[in-house]
């Protein structure tokens, strides 16, 4: 408790509680009562944070509420248990808050579990305040939380590690991406360091990610992927050239889609893509948080890496957009030069440009990719320009299911979600779920994974 009482936000509590155990020892040694040591001090420790203030419960109220872990009837009751119990269950021996709230039937064992991780990383930060869980990984968790100096709402991640040297990395690189403000990059707010666990603090946006987009929709629009690799790849290029750091870890989940308020077409071209998790790809496991299927084959292989590496993973995206399939790990691993990856020979109709730019930004051998950002936006502009003339907003066709087993990949690869120059239907396309709208406030896909 001395310890903690140099910090301001909890100095008065640190301080009544301090004077209350040292209160409770001066009785204690005039009984010498006959209880043993260990007895006494879960005494002094169980009553000393009795001082705990109402704010605590009203934290753990806000995140069982704002995870939406109980109903009406199930609120009423925690407020029961929080009135009858008082402080004592939030200042408390591990593990007293959620076993009590197992035991009374307001909290599932595994809610009780992520209430328990919550709550521990709402004491090392006390300069936010958690609201709900987005995402939860082997290392680290992602929130939504109140930044209580600026009051605003960020995306507040935590990740573990040991490695001094890598947290000095990590803390370098995102106060770097501080500085960045670009329409199609999510914006860094602020970084530290609690002992081994490490923060980042991001603008908050209640919108999807590209990645709840496709297991809705499957395949997109051609001209709608375009746009969306478009405004990515303008993304990643700003951040180069304002930090000279790459991202390293493309993927669905990473690219945000935000929604202008009003709008109800499926696959509007005025919404915006924007990249998230900068700085993060060095600081999680790969083999559980970043998808291989989206990493070049030198960056598999351990080697030197620059700008053609993201290039790579945005072609990987958009063959993912277009075909509704991703690239197979064993050919990247080896970074074969004969397989040629062209979105062409699974949706025939694309544009001949189409084919062009993702064939070439997956090149085994980066000295055959596009050389540099410029070059890979340049050409999905003129792209970009050609498909709009031709594009119907509103897509005939949509797949509004998770992906099909493997015997229906390639009939559902060739459901074409736009409209070309290329005259009538397919003869093999076969009539899909009729499509729903992108709800514009669904964010708990979003802002990356944990």
Request: net charge neutral; aromatic share 6%; charged share 25%.
């Amino acid at each position: 408790v001395r310890a903690h009482a140099t910090r301001a936000d909890i100095r008065p509590q640190a301080a009544e509680i301090t004077s209350r155990i040292l209160s409770k020892h001066a009785e204690m040694k005039e009984r010498q009562g006959g209880r043993s040591t260990l007895e006494r001090a879960k005494v002094v420790i169980t009553e000393s944070f009795l001082a705990a203030p109402a704010p605590r419960v009203d934290m753990i109220m806000g995140i069982i509420l704002g995870n939406g872990w109980v109903d009406p009837a199930g609120t009423e009751r925690l407020r029961e248990v929080f009135r009858t119990n008082g402080s004592a269950l939030v200042l408390r021996m591990r593990g007293g808050v959620t076993n009590l709230l197992v035991t009374r039937g307001i909290l599932k064992p595994e809610q009780a579990r992520e209430l328990d991780l919550t709550l521990a990383d709402q004491v090392r930060f006390t300069h936010f305040r958690i609201s709900r869980i987005l995402g939860a990984g082997p290392v680290g968790r992602t929130y939504v939380a109140l930044d209580i100096a600026n009051a605003v709402e960020v995306t507040f991640k935590v990740f573990r590690t040991s490695d001094v040297a890598k947290r000095e990395r990590f803390l370098e690189e995102f106060q770097s991406f501080t500085r960045v403000d670009h329409v199609n990059v999510v914006s860094g707010l602020a970084c530290g360091a609690n002992e081994e666990v490490c923060f980042s603090a991001t603008t908050y946006l209640p919108c999807r990610s590209l990645a709840s987009l496709l297991k809705d929709y499957r395949i997109l629009p051609e001209a709608y992927a375009v746009r969306v690799a478009l405004q990515a790849a303008q993304g990643l290029a700003h951040v180069q050239a304002r930090t000279g750091r790459l991202h390293l870890a493309i993927k669905p989940e990473n690219i945000l889609i935000s929604r202008g308020a009003g709008e109800f077409r499926l696959f509007p071209l005025s919404d915006t893509a924007l990249v998230t998790d900068f700085g993060m790809s060095e600081h999680a496991p790969p083999f559980r948080t970043v998808d291989l299927s989206y990493r070049a084959p030198e960056v598999l292989r351990g080697q030197p890496a620059d700008a053609r590496a993201d290039i790579f993973a945005m072609g990987a995206l958009m063959y993912r957009m277009l075909t509704g399939e991703t690239l197979h790990e064993d050919d990247l691993y080896t970074g074969s030069s004969v397989r040629s990856w062209d979105p062409g020979t699974k949706v025939s109709d694309l544009h001949p440009l189409t084919r062009e730019i993702v064939a070439t930004a997956l090149r085994a051998d980066p000295a055959k990719r596009f050389p540099d950002h410029d070059a890979f936006i340049a050409s999905l502009s003129q792209l970009g320009r050609e498909l709009a003339e031709v594009y119907m907003e509103e897509p005939q066709i949509v797949r509004a299911t998770a992906d099909p087993a493997p015997s229906e990949r390639q009939e559902t690869s060739t459901r074409i979600l736009r409209r070309h120059h290329h005259p009538g239907p397919r003869g093999d396309q076969q009539q899909g779920a009729v499509g729903r709208p992108i709800p514009h406030q669904d964010a708990r896909d979003s802002h990356g994974d944990g």
